[in-house]
């Protein structure tokens, strides 16, 4: 079992900055592939960017050159660094944990079992 909470969202102005944390519960979090959603008012959940145990690193397009996925296997913690953002990157987040290992699954958020509770970014333009 895995206990995902999110934090580090708010408002922000477009061209702006958040970094999200997830902090992860359980002694298996080293390998277990990290990743992040988001979903808008009226839209399905939405791929953002996974990072595997070994810190292979994946990105929608639509985030890319503007987001850094990480994690800290030794304090159990997942970060998505957001820069340049954008009216459109406004919706919840969510943090999602999963040890499945193959890459091309990881843009599906049937994928992920463990779900934080998601936290909020609005950005005004």
């Known amino acids: 079992q895995v206990h995902l909470v999110e934090s580090g969202g708010g408002l922000v102005q477009a061209g702006g900055s958040l970094r999200l944390s997830c902090a992860a519960s359980?002694?298996?979090?080293?390998?277990?592939?990290m990743g992040w959603f988001r979903q808008a008012p009226g839209k399905e959940r939405a791929f953002v960017a996974a990072?595997?145990?070994?810190?292979?690193?994946y990105y929608a397009d639509s985030v890319k050159g503007r987001f850094t996925i990480s994690r800290d296997n030794a304090k159990n913690m997942v970060y998505l660094q957001m820069n340049s953002l954008k009216p459109e990157d406004a919706a919840v987040y969510y943090c999602?944990?999963?040890?499945?290992?193959?890459?091309?699954?990881?843009?599906?958020?049937?994928?992920?079992?463990?779900w934080g509770q998601g936290t909020q970014v609005t950005v005004s333009s």
């Open positions: 999602a944990a999963t040890s499945s290992q193959y890459s091309g699954r990881f843009y599906y958020s049937e994928t992920y079992p463990y």
């Open positions: 359980g002694r298996t979090f080293s390998s277990y592939t």
């Open positions: 990072i595997r145990w070994n810190g292979d690193k």
